[in-house]
């Protein structure tokens, strides 16, 4: 079994909680769960914590998804840190400039745990 | 002041022209071309099949189709979501708050029914969900779109007033045993 250090990153606290149900579910240990409401929250977390795993819902308040990313990326202790969108925002767009920002993967809400498994645990070293 | 004006003004009025989603902080990128009409589908159909996704998947559990009402309907809980962009409108789901706490405690993996700050955040979730899959359904609608993040209202006596008037569309569906609808009302 693969253990991590995850932030999730999501506006609503129930979907905080799904989604870390669903990296359990998938066979990862969770051995550091952070989470965060917005992007600054989260770029205040990355900058403070070693992260093995950073997953991000898009429409936030105060700061979004894609600011986010953008800004976790100048960031040199943070440019290896897998990072996956998990948004209802998937239009091609979306997807093609959260890739471009950095983001190394896309997961459209709502979604399972099997595709939680397919894109997320690829991702972990080790 | 007359009486038909103060019922107006504690009616809680949502203006259909939603903001865009999300932060002063957002990304820069803007669809192709905002102004260009999705293609006619059926809208009430795509809807629905949004609805039932976002159940199955993320509540887990098959809605039905209510054969009929033996009560009014009387919903103390809503959410809603606005689309704006090449489609502008609202996407709303209501139903009582008892429904929506059990909504929210399925969604958690609990039997028990949840609390209402769970309740509250669920629903909005489950609102959100349905307009990116509605939108994600439609060819345009995708990049064509923003969604608003959610808004939440519950408590009793109020009404959804549209300043739109344009077309509204509805599904109603039965969440064990529990009545709720999910409308559709477009820009005219």
């Not at chain 1, 100048?74 to 925002?89: D, G, K, L, R, Y």
Request: proline share 4%; charged share 20%.
């Amino acid at each position: 079994m693969k253990q991590a250090r995850v932030l999730i990153v999501d506006d609503s606290s129930v979907m905080r909680k799904i989604v870390g149900r669903s990296l359990r579910q998938a066979g990862l240990e969770v051995v550091q769960l952070l989470e965060a409401s917005n992007g600054s929250e989260a770029l205040t977390l990355a900058k403070e914590n070693p992260l093995d795993l950073i997953l991000s819902d898009i429409n936030m308040p105060l700061m979004d998804g894609l600011e986010f990313v953008r800004q976790l990326r100048c960031i040199e202790s943070a440019q290896q840190i897998p990072v996956i969108m998990i948004t209802t925002e998937a239009g091609e767009g979306h997807v093609v400039q959260a890739l471009t920002l950095g983001a190394s993967g896309y997961i459209r809400k709502p979604f399972t745990p099997e595709q939680i498994k397919e894109r997320v645990i690829p991702l972990l070293r080790g | 002041m007359d009486q038909t004006m103060n019922a107006e003004q504690e009616r809680v009025r949502i203006h259909l022209s939603a903001r865009a989603a999300g932060s002063g902080t957002r990304g820069a990128w803007k669809p192709s071309n905002p102004t260009q009409p999705p293609l006619r589908c059926d809208w009430r159909d795509e809807l629905a099949k949004a609805t039932l996704e976002v159940f199955e998947i993320m509540v887990g559990s098959s809605l039905t189709v209510p054969t009929e009402l033996s009560s009014p309907f009387v919903p103390d809980f809503a959410a809603m979501v606005g689309i704006a962009g090449s489609l502008c409108g609202l996407v709303s789901i209501h139903t009582t708050s008892e429904c929506a706490r059990r909504i929210a405690a399925k969604m958690l993996g609990s039997d028990e029914v949840g609390a209402g700050e769970d309740a509250q955040d669920a629903f909005g979730e489950v609102c959100n969900m349905i307009a990116g899959g509605f939108k994600a359904r439609i060819a345009g609608l995708a990049d064509g779109c923003a969604i608003s993040v959610p808004t939440v209202i519950f408590g009793r006596d109020f009404t959804l007033f549209s300043l739109a008037r344009g077309e509204h569309y509805e599904v109603m569906y039965s969440f064990e045993g529990k009545l709720l609808s999910v409308t559709l009302d477009l820009h005219g």
